[in-house]
């Protein structure tokens, strides 16, 4: 059974920065393509970032590739997203998705996710 696990969410000011980590058992990490989405408010799922296999990060938005950073330790099985210069904006629930297959294609795809935390919360104040 897989199970993908977010954490280190949390309530921060404008500008700030915050780490996020997804670990994830009961598949070979360093096999898996792996993935951050998030849902705001009101709204359906964005993508956020996807990382290779490789340790290759892809953004969803130059926005997001300017402040953001995706990572990942195989040899920890740990995924991260570091978040820079957060906005009121960036408010949502942030989501960690695992995949079989290793490589990203370029983009941020939900579609070629199967494996889905539970989310972490980061709320951004203005």
């Known amino acids: 059974q897989v199970q993908v696990v977010e954490s280190g969410g949390g309530l921060v000011q404008a500008g700030a920065s915050l780490s996020l980590s997804c670990t994830v058992s009961g598949l070979t990490f360093e096999d898996a393509r792996m993935g951050w989405f998030r849902r705001a408010p009101g709204k359906g799922r964005e993508g956020v970032a996807c990382v290779s296999r490789d340790g290759d990060a892809y953004y969803a938005s130059d926005s997001m590739k300017g402040r953001f950073i995706a990572s990942r330790d195989n040899a920890e099985k740990v995924l991260y997203l570091r978040m820079n210069n957060l906005k009121p904006e960036d408010t949502a629930t942030y989501y960690c998705?695992?995949?079989?297959?290793?490589?990203?294609?370029?983009?941020?795809?939900?579609?070629?996710?199967?494996?889905w935390g539970q989310g972490t919360q980061v709320t951004v104040s203005s």
């Open positions: 998705a695992a995949g079989q297959l290793g490589f990203c294609g370029g983009g941020v795809d939900d579609s070629k996710f199967i494996y």
